[in-house]
């Protein structure tokens, strides 16, 4: 074979091989995703608030989180991470919440975005703010007084 020839094979064999390993993490993916715990149909998640719905690529990081128990009273904020599009996670909260029986109050945009939902006895902020790189979620719970 000439060398242009034995190039052009080796970048096709390099590119065949990407695909496939591609192929094989995306299947992974939608395997945990189908594992995930979710009610109602919705692709999501809940954490320690057993009626706040997180999507499931979302990443808790403990560190940042705050969890505060007293008998039956659960309160505290929750740090999420991933590079998310704010659009749909603003929707995925709206619809999500909704499902679960959180009326809407309020919200503010621009630069980040708040989310004031009300239920019974507790209240819900979820911030979410857009970097370069990544998307912060904070669901922030608290007892309504």
Known sequence: MK???LRIAAVLILAAWLLAGCSLFESGNQ???ANEPS???????YYDFDDIQVPVSLKLN???????RAGTLKAGML???DNLEV???VNFFIDSMARDNWTLKSSFKYPKVMLFF????KTCVI???EHTFSTDVEVWVAPTM
């Open 127 to 129: 911030q979410i703010t």
């Open 62 to 68: 403990k560190d940042k989180s705050v969890l505060f």
């Open 39 to 45: 009610r109602q149909g919705a692709v999501g998640r």
């Open 3 to 5: 060398p242009n020839k």
């Open 87 to 89: 659009e749909s996670l």
């Open 79 to 81: 740090f999420f991470t």
């Open 31 to 33: 395997e945990a995703a």
């Open 118 to 121: 009300a239920k019974q006895s």
